[in-house]
């Protein structure tokens, strides 16, 4: 329905799964050689240069402070005078007292661990107590206290931060520093004039989270890393340093062209030379290129151009996402005097108007999936780990591509769809052309623009203003944005995510044109503009609760096979659309994992939305599969619903079946049901009366059987079983591991009716860091070790300490009245690892 979007409809209206491991996946051998590639260069970077990066996430303390009452945030705002004089800030000096303030580490997202809330205000953003109405729990305060040596006494100090939600204000040592308010961007502060050198410090933080820059769940505090850098007064310019890699598919070569900026931030002129070393993806150095020298002026900067050519370029793509880097170093009188590394890709990534997307020559439908930044137990949060287990689910259902819904990424999501393999579509937050929102767009494409896996970058989404009341300002807006992201990034195509047709605004700047929803749109808008490449920026929007094969308002349940919002489209209506025309790039599906706030179609008690093809916790729903037969490379089979249907003898029910086999035939208790052939894109289907026992599907191909899968009706649970992803992790205080537990009668196989409590006990060398199960209705804290099953599924979330040893985690029934469970243990073990630079 063109008239009526998800958002609208959200602001307007209340309305048994694949073990998923993330150490199982194809492309960890591509993740290894990243690996290796990284930390050879790593050391080769520390050799040369005297830039120093340190993770800053380590040792902070945390408070709430008060929105409207100065006597409850440290005072601050009591008076009209307190940026009055510089270093008058008590509160942020060495010697306050912070003795009973929160100990925590950092990514912090305190949203997550707030109540929820019956307000229909905060529906959107998950029920969560956060605003101007709540001003007890949208502000907190940030302390940590670090020295900084006597060596540093030359040295440019800067605090860089990957983003906090939303307005932050930084002091050091009594002093203002500086503020951002934007919840996505980074940004950085120049410590240097303020620091005790051969002494400690300090640095306090007061974050504001009443205002919001999406209408769904964005977290609150410091969400992301933060860093330390420490440079020479000459230095690289930061996100100036740029590969851009020419390939043109079949060529036995590639042209790089290398540029970056370099400061200056000392009192006399300096005479500063820019080198570059290009390594393979195993560390092998294969092309050096050189700038000449420049003077560079006092508090000024200068450009450095050059080129490299490479023979034979192991070249990134879906399958092998090949990294190359570049180590940038600035010299100057025969002296090392700052230095980076740049990874990037060698590739080609073409949008064509009549047969749609090529990457390195190669036709590909670009199948992908918008998604949000939380995921379960976490909240906005993800530890880095928890990035690359992400695309893991995704690629194994098929994916090769995501969407940033809807702004600009943490750096390590970017990260792990680079060394994985899988495209991104790069999204910023504001479609404006104020200076806001091209500074925040910039800022964007400079961070990211080495990177191999974004082919588009999208200047913004549903901007109905743009396109319709306020279409001749639009078109202006998006002429502006696009011409940025040329001057910035000439190698990439701009587009945005448009829910309408296209045919004014904003969309007359873009280089290829999104759809969102609307089919009826595509195939007219191709043939007015038979030259514009066409794919659809958002699509689908199906919804389900995994395991529940009923919609039931009462329960806030949608059924798995056919759920599906009034503006969108099944799976199989939206692919059979974009999967059968050549001239379609593919798109992008609403969304890959379900995500806190906008719970469509239900309010509360519903706290995440039901759009996800797997659930919070990345629980496949049965939707998964759908996706895995069409889009996976492998025979697939995939029967349901479950077999355990107590009271309904007799009744009919329904069973499918997704299967890119030729045919498939269903037995119940051993007769059989009949035999389908599979159509294209589709599925089959049956009705049959229940009766205990088994359902098995027999997939064949080529008139032989080669899949099979059955549903059993199965017992009450009696045990649990915990299982890992991995069983191994780094003792770094930063690596995870995602402890998948199931429910399971006598038998051993999975109750999908199980809905038992649990207590989980975390001991050893690790902690627990959240818990989830996937069900869009339950209010159970994330933080707390206890949390129900959901048809059967939890998860649990543990990092280690910075010691090597043993995690022990147990489970055990609480507050059950049911048949006793079998406690089970789970032991990980976590190895000495190089940590990061910490400060």
């Known amino acids: 329905?063109?008239?009526?979007?998800?958002?609208?409809?959200?602001?307007?209206?209340?309305?048994?799964?694949?073990?998923?491991?993330?150490?199982?996946?194809?492309?960890?051998?591509?993740?290894?050689?990243?690996?290796?590639?990284?930390?050879?260069?790593?050391?080769?970077?520390?050799?040369?240069?005297?830039?120093?990066?340190?993770?800053?996430?380590?040792?902070?303390?945390?408070?709430?402070?008060?929105?409207?009452?100065?006597?409850?945030?440290?005072?601050?705002?009591?008076?009209?005078?307190?940026?009055?004089?510089?270093?008058?800030?008590?509160?942020?000096?060495?010697?306050?007292?912070?003795?009973?303030?929160?100990?925590?580490?950092?990514?912090?997202?305190?949203?997550?661990?707030?109540?929820?809330?019956?307000?229909?205000?905060?529906?959107?953003?998950?029920?969560?107590?956060?605003?101007?109405?709540?001003?007890?729990?949208?502000?907190?305060?940030?302390?940590?206290?670090?020295?900084?040596?006597?060596?540093?006494?030359?040295?440019?100090?800067?605090?860089?931060?990957?983003?906090?939600?939303?307005?932050?204000f930084v002091w050091v040592n009594g002093c203002f520093i500086g503020r951002n308010d934007n919840g996505y961007v980074p940004f950085r502060f120049d410590l240097t004039d303020f620091l005790a050198i051969g002494a400690e410090n300090c640095v306090t933080a007061r974050v504001d989270a009443s205002f919001g820059d999406g209408w769904f769940y964005e977290g609150a505090g410091i969400y992301r890393h933060v860093w330390i850098t420490k440079t020479a007064p000459v230095h690289l310019g930061r996100y100036e340093s740029y590969v851009r890699a020419a390939y043109q598919p079949g060529a036995n070569s590639s042209s790089l062209e290398l540029a970056?900026?370099?400061?200056?931030?000392?009192?006399?002129?300096?005479?500063?030379?820019?080198?570059?070393?290009?390594?393979?993806?195993?560390?092998?150095?294969?092309?050096?290129?050189?700038?000449?020298?420049?003077?560079?002026?006092?508090?000024?900067?200068?450009?450095?151009?050059?080129?490299?050519?490479?023979?034979?370029?192991?070249?990134?793509?879906?399958?092998?996402?090949?990294?190359?880097?570049?180590?940038v170093i600035v010299e100057s009188d025969g002296k090392s005097l700052d230095a980076e590394k740049l990874n990037f890709g060698i590739r080609s990534a073409v949008f064509d108007a009549d047969k749609g997307f090529f990457l390195n020559g190669k036709s590909i439908k670009i199948q992908g999936t918008c998604n949000h930044q939380d995921h379960a137990g976490v909240g906005a949060a993800l530890p880095d780990r928890l990035q690359y287990f992400r695309v893991a689910v995704l690629q194994q259902m098929g994916g090769n591509a995501v969407r940033t819904s809807h702004n600009m990424p943490t750096p390590e999501w970017v990260e792990a769809c680079e060394r994985m393999g899988m495209l991104m579509m790069c999204e910023t937050r504001q479609m404006s052309s104020n200076p806001e929102g091209m500074a925040q767009l910039g800022t964007m494409i400079k961070r990211f623009r080495n990177s191999p896996s974004i082919i588009i970058w999208s200047v913004g989404n549903e901007e109905w203003e743009m396109q319709s009341e306020m279409a001749e300002q639009g078109a202006k807006v998006g002429e502006s944005m696009v011409r940025l992201c040329h001057e910035l990034d000439p190698t990439r195509v701009v587009s945005a995510a448009v829910n309408g047709n296209n045919e004014k605004g904003v969309s007359t700047a873009f280089d290829i044109i999104g759809f969102n929803y609307n089919l009826a749109f595509p195939d007219d808008y191709h043939k007015k503009n038979p030259k514009k490449a066409v794919y659809g920026s958002e699509t689908s929007s199906a919804i389900g609760t995994r395991g529940e094969y009923s919609s039931d308002p009462l329960r806030n349940t949608v059924n798995a096979y056919d759920g599906v919002v009034p503006w969108g489209e099944t799976a199989e209506e939206w692919w059979k659309f974009y999967g059968t025309r050549d001239w379609l790039a593919g798109g992008f599906a609403w969304t890959g994992f379900d995500y806190r706030g906008e719970p469509t179609p239900y309010g509360w008690p519903s706290i995440n939305s039901q759009f996800g093809i797997v659930d919070m916790c990345g629980f496949p729903k049965d939707i998964f599969y759908y996706y895995k037969a069409w889009w996976g490379k492998e025979p697939s089979l995939h029967l349901f619903p479950h077999w355990n249907w107590t009271g309904r003898e007799g009744d009919q029910i329904k069973v499918w079946v997704y299967s890119n086999l030729d045919e498939v035939e269903l037995f119940v208790n051993g007769a059989s049901a009949g035999s389908q052939k599979v159509p294209h894109l589709g599925h089959v289907e049956w009705s049959v009366k229940y009766e205990p026992g088994m359902i098995e599907a027999r997939g064949s191909k080529g008139g032989q059987v080669v899949l099979t899968e059955k549903r059993e009706t199965t017992g009450p649970a009696a045990a649990i079983k915990l299982s890992a992803d991995r069983m191994e992790i780094d003792a770094d205080g930063e690596d995870v591991a995602v402890i998948r537990v199931e429910g399971l009668d006598k038998e051993g196989r999975i109750d999908p009716l199980a809905h038992n409590l649990l207590r989980f006990k975390v001991s050893g060398q690790g902690t627990l860091m959240g818990v989830g199960n996937g069900d869009p209705n339950c209010q159970e804290s994330d933080k707390e070790p206890v949390r129900s099953l959901f048809n059967g599924l939890a998860q649990v979330i543990v990092q280690s300490t910075k010691e090597p040893g043993e995690i022990r985690i147990e489970a055990v029934k609480e507050g059950w009245d049911g048949p006793e469970l079998t406690p089970f243990k789970l032991a990980i073990q976590t190895k000495r690892v190089a940590l990061r630079r910490q400060i």
């Open 260 to 327: 970056t900026v370099v400061e200056n931030h000392s009192a006399n002129a300096v005479s500063g030379r820019v080198t570059w070393k290009v390594l393979d993806p195993s560390g092998k150095t294969v092309a050096t290129a050189e700038a000449a020298s420049q003077s560079i002026a006092p508090d000024g900067s200068a450009s450095y151009t050059t080129t490299a050519t490479l023979s034979d370029p192991m070249l990134w793509s879906t399958d092998t996402p090949n990294l190359y880097s570049a180590i």
């Open 1 to 168: 329905m063109s008239s009526i979007s998800r958002r609208e409809l959200i602001r307007n209206t209340m309305v048994s799964g694949l073990a998923i491991s993330a150490g199982t996946l194809l492309s960890r051998s591509a993740w290894a050689r990243a690996e290796a590639a990284a930390d050879i260069s790593d050391r080769a970077l520390a050799a040369i240069a005297p830039r120093e990066r340190y993770l800053f996430d380590f040792g902070w303390k945390f408070q709430f402070g008060n929105g409207v009452d100065p006597a409850k945030d440290l005072g601050f705002g009591v008076g009209q005078g307190d940026f009055a004089k510089t270093g008058e800030f008590e509160f942020a000096k060495v010697k306050y007292d912070d003795s009973k303030w929160r100990e925590l580490n950092l990514p912090h997202d305190w949203a997550v661990e707030l109540p929820f809330v019956h307000d229909d205000v905060q529906m959107s953003h998950g029920y969560k107590p956060l605003g101007r109405r709540y001003p007890e729990s949208s502000v907190g305060w940030y302390r940590k206290n670090f020295n900084v040596p006597a060596s540093d006494a030359d040295k440019r100090i800067y605090l860089d931060f990957d983003g906090v939600f939303r307005d932050v």
